[in-house]
């Protein structure tokens, strides 16, 4: 086993956060992921016709994925995991494989001219990892392959989301990352997911998107949420939960009975051999309702009713989920409404100020009159008229844009 220098100094960092991570250090630890190589991931591109060479990747390329991976659990309040030398063999043994057939396949079979320990060495990451086809290749494409997992797109891997649950899998220690190209130029990435090197992790549940702050370029409107369960803390027997999730801002409302499959949206029970537990998937079918994506600024909150300890008493989740943004978001204007008010002496009126974007980091507004023996304004925004005569209104948000209204009092 061995953990690759350039991931050290992250790892540190990452094995002893907890949930209540900010904005900020969720992007300082993005930013700390090891950088992609400057040319090709490989350090020797392997051949994939006999004679068979499986050749490797450089450290680069491999840090790169690594970091990415143990972000992602630091997100969902997991462990770090380190990186083996043997699992890298026989991961690139494995995508040298599955290029050598062009398509992916868990159980790929052996060519005719491929040697059986070759043979071996890659059967064994085909089935014991998660696997993925791309038809593009570039310095970032191991990395890509692990963000690919996380994700766990498509219809065909909705109903248990097995690359995510292994991935964040609490009892994993450690991995390896391999890639190939096949003759047709397709790439082939490979990552070793059944290691179970942390037996005795202490998990309650891997959430996904996890609670607290939580990147939203890391999830989209066509991707699922999963929430996994510690089958030792949790009474499994007759598990019938009820899934609600809603966005204050939005007033956005879905509800899901994952065991029957039914709710606003797609959802399942899925209880299959992937990773630690079972899992509950639920994805809002959000048509016709004007949402465009997950952004910064946006607080989900989860209530699961229906759960029961080992002991078999209840025991609902709740948590809140607040999507932040990876990069920093500088606000480019601020609007006033209403543009203009006419008001009698001691009459009020409610003015609105909306900063663009509103996924922009600062949201804060300041205001002011002109004229304050015509007109105040409190700092929520709340106009008074105080005597007859004109003034402005004007509202500022943290970036320096400002709007005006303009008042008249008589």
């Not at 491999?62 to 083996?84: C, I, K, M, T």
């Not at 014991?128 to 290749?137: D, E, L, V």
């Not at 607040?322 to 978001?329: K, R």
Request: hydrophobic share 40%.
């Amino acid at each position: 086993m061995k953990i690759i220098a350039l991931c050290l100094a992250l790892l540190i960092a990452l094995s002893g956060a907890a949930l209540a991570h900010t904005r900020e250090d969720i992007r300082e630890a993005y930013q700390s992921i090891p950088s992609a190589p400057t040319a090709s991931p490989y350090a020797q591109a392997p051949s994939v016709a006999a004679p068979y060479d499986a050749g490797s990747l450089t450290g680069a390329a491999r840090a790169e994925a690594l970091g990415f991976l143990n972000f992602a659990r630091w997100l969902a309040g997991l462990e770090p995991v380190a990186e083996s030398d043997i699992y890298d063999y026989q991961c690139q043994h494995g995508a040298t494989l599955l290029a050598a057939l062009d398509y992916v396949d868990h159980n790929a079979p052996r060519p005719a001219d491929m040697d059986d320990n070759f043979y071996d060495s890659a059967h064994l990451a085909t089935s014991s990892g998660c696997i993925a086809r791309f038809n593009w290749m570039r310095q970032t494409i191991v990395r890509e392959g692990v963000e690919y997992f996380l994700r766990d797109d498509g219809e065909e891997n909705l109903n248990a989301l097995g690359h995510r649950r292994w991935a964040l899998n609490p009892r994993m220690s450690a991995t390896g990352f391999g890639l190939a190209n096949a003759t047709s130029g397709m790439s082939y990435v490979v990552m070793y997911a059944h290691d179970l090197g942390n037996a005795n992790a202490r998990w309650e549940s891997v959430r996904w998107p996890a609670a607290g702050d939580f990147p939203a370029e890391l999830i989209h409107g066509h991707l699922a949420w999963s929430v996994v369960l510690n089958p030792e803390l949790y009474d499994l027997n007759g598990l019938d939960p009820t899934v609600t999730l809603a966005e204050a801002g939005s007033g956005l409302s879905f509800r899901f009975h994952p065991a029957s499959g039914t709710g606003d949206g797609f959802c399942a029970l899925n209880s299959e051999g992937y990773g630690a537990g079972p899992c509950l998937i639920f994805r809002p079918d959000f048509s016709g309702t004007g949402f465009t994506d997950y952004l910064q600024n946006q607080r989900w909150h989860v209530r699961i009713d229906g759960l029961r300890d080992a002991g078999g008493a209840p025991r609902p989740m709740d948590y809140d989920v607040n999507m932040v943004s990876l990069t920093a978001q500088d606000a480019v204007n601020v609007e006033i409404y209403p543009l203009e008010a006419r008001l009698a002496p001691g009459e009020t009126l409610q003015l609105q100020a909306d900063v663009i974007p509103a996924y922009a980091d600062d949201l804060s507004v300041a205001w002011r009159s002109s004229d304050e023996a015509v007109a105040t304004v409190s700092g929520d925004g709340l106009l008074t008229a105080v005597a007859p005569g004109k003034c402005e209104i004007t509202v500022a948000c943290a970036a320096g844009f400002e709007d005006v209204c303009r008042v008249e009092v008589g």
